[in-house]
Structures are given as structure tokens and as C-alpha cells.
């Protein structure tokens, strides 16, 4: 059995790093459009090996380490910032046999939480103010919004009465969640925008200001690394959306349908909005989102107390 679910998730694994590279494609197709050109177009049938073509570059290019970082901090930290996020994607509920979490929702908490560490250990030991100014950055960013994150999860989790992500579809399969807490769900996009540095909130990759915010020492396949995490990370926030709030089976072409819109619409934030001022960004997370998913909580509370007092 344990063999069988270990092959399992290296099938599952191979899928999420072809997805990751369609999707990079995807993006530059989206954005080309968007600004009146045509994005990669010439490797294979209309640019369709264009990922594999960037692979190769990045992993067959020299590899730099500079003199004065730290070198193991420096090395592992893109190591287990890709394993991180591809290990939080065994809490999706597949109907396959491949895993069941009880427990999944606190699972997925305890993965993002561990990505603060990843991306303080990149920028710290680089050695580099512009790395660790990025670094900084991205860890309070990351911070404040899983707050708002953590606490909408919450709210579902009363509502639904347990932890395991299957009961999500099962609540909703005569009206989606979306409709019954529309603001929860924007509350929840742009925290994930923001937990995955997405436009307008890109400030641990701020070009303008730093370079290349905390991987900005990073070269060949460290980046490379760094960049399948990230995207690796967009695409699980996306199908972790469609799972909360558009009630759909993973196992399902409907999930896969919703999977690619939100996906879209990371892509159309991003060729659509201009980057936030950094204070505008913690204040939108504080002062906004937080009274907001607090207040949702406290009625999710309420109602699941008021229909348990009827039923018995």
C-alpha cells in the first residue's frame, strides 16, 4: 500500500511540474495579449516548448555562489522552499486513494507558515542588503496576510464541522459558498495574491527598488528552483480556491475548468494593476481585511450555534 501511494504522488508530483510549466507559458501568452503583442511563439507549434526550452537554460547555466554568504542556509533554502509546496498539495481531497487528511485544512496552515523560513533563509544568507530588504519584505507581508487566510479558513471550518477538505464539496452542492460570502471570497484572492508575492503585491521581487528583492544572488538552477515554488504555490492557492468557495471534485473536468479561470485571473491581476505602496499594503491587511474575517467568524459562530440549538 505504501508503495502504491508513493507512486501515486510522484505521478502527482510530475503533473504539478508540467502544470507549473504550461503554466509559465500561459502567463507570457496572457500578458503578450494583454499588451499588444504576441508573448513566445517560435519554439515548436506556437511556442509550446518554450518552458522546456527556459528548463534547460536555467539548469545548464553556471551556478553562482557568492564569497561571503552562508553557504548551507543558501543552498537548501530553494530545496525546501519547492518541497514545501509541492507537499502541501497532498491535503487535496482526489478520490483516488492517494491520501485522505483528517486533518487537511491545519496541514495546508502549518505548510504556508514553514515558506516564511524559506524565503528569510534565501535573503539572509545571501549576504546582500538588497536580498535581505526583499526578504524582510516578503516575510511581513507573508505574515499579515495568513492571518486573514488562517481566520477565513476558521470560518469554514465552523460551518462545515470538521477539517477534512472533502466536506467542502459536499456542502455545496446546491449552492456554491462564493454566493452565500462574496466578501470572504475577495478577502481571500488577494490574500492569496499577496502570500504568493502576485501583483500589485510583488515587493519581495520589487525590480524597481530592489533589484530582484531576496533571490537577487540566486543564478540558474537556485532561481529555477525559487520560481517552480512559486508557481507551484499560485496553482494550489488557485485549486484550493475552487475547493472553498466553487464547490467542485477535484476528480471532475468542472474543477479543472474553474482551476484554469482562477488561474486566469492571478495572469490578468498581473497585466492589469500597478504595484501597491508598501504601507497601503499592511494597512489593507490590518486595518481591513483582519475586521472583516473577524466579524465573518463571529457569525459563522453564531449561525452554527443557533442550528445546533434548533436541532436539538
Do not use: H
Request: aromatic letters at 18%; a neutral charge.
Amino acid at each position: 500500500m505504501s508503495a502504491l501511494m508513493m507512486i501515486n504522488y510522484i505521478v502527482l508530483m510530475i503533473c504539478v511540474l508540467v502544470s507549473v510549466a504550461f503554466f509559465t507559458l500561459l502567463e507570457r501568452k496572457v500578458l503578450g495579449y494583454i499588451q499588444i503583442r504576441k508573448g513566445p511563439n517560435k519554439l515548436g507549434f506556437i511556442g509550446i516548448l518554450q518552458p522546456f526550452a527556459d528548463a534547460v537554460k536555467l539548469f545548464t547555466k553556471e551556478q553562482a555562489l557568492p564569497m561571503m554568504s552562508n553557504f548551507l542556509p543558501y543552498y537548501l533554502s530553494p530545496i525546501f522552499s519547492l518541497f514545501i509546496s509541492l507537499v502541501v498539495w497532498l491535503v487535496i481531497p482526489y478520490e483516488t486513494g492517494l491520501m485522505n487528511f483528517g486533518l487537511g485544512s491545519l496541514f495546508f496552515l502549518c505548510c504556508t507558515s514553514l515558506g516564511v523560513y524559506t524565503l528569510m533563509g534565501a535573503g539572509w544568507s545571501s549576504n546582500s542588503k538588497y536580498a535581505l530588504l526583499g526578504s524582510i519584505r516578503a516575510v511581513s507581508q507573508t505574515i499579515s496576510y495568513e492571518v486573514s487566510l488562517a481566520l477565513i479558513l476558521l470560518s469554514f471550518i465552523f460551518l462545515i464541522g470538521g477539517f477534512n477538505l472533502s466536506l467542502f464539496s459536499n456542502y455545496q452542492e446546491n449552492c456554491w459558498l462564493m454566493f452565500l460570502s462574496l466578501p470572504l471570497a475577495g478577502v481571500w484572492f488577494v490574500s492569496c495574491l499577496a502570500e504568493t508575492n502576485r501583483t500589485p503585491f510583488d515587493f519581495a521581487e520589487g525590480e524597481s527598488e530592489l533589484v530582484s528583492g531576496f533571490n537577487v544572488e540566486y543564478s540558474g538552477g537556485g532561481f529555477a528552483l525559487i520560481f517552480l515554488a512559486e508557481y507551484s504555490s499560485i496553482l494550489f492557492m488557485s485549486a484550493l480556491f475552487v475547493i472553498l468557495f466553487m464547490g467542485s471534485s477535484p476528480s471532475s473536468l468542472t474543477f479543472c475548468l474553474k482551476l484554469v479561470f482562477i488561474v486566469f485571473s492571478f495572469i490578468w491581476v498581473r497585466g492589469t494593476l500597478p504595484r501597491f505602496r508598501y504601507d497601503k499594503l499592511m494597512y489593507l491587511s490590518w486595518k481591513s481585511f483582519l475586521p472583516v474575517s473577524l466579524n465573518y467568524l463571529m457569525f459563522f459562530m453564531g449561525l452554527k450555534m443557533v442550528f445546533t440549538i434548533m436541532l436539538l
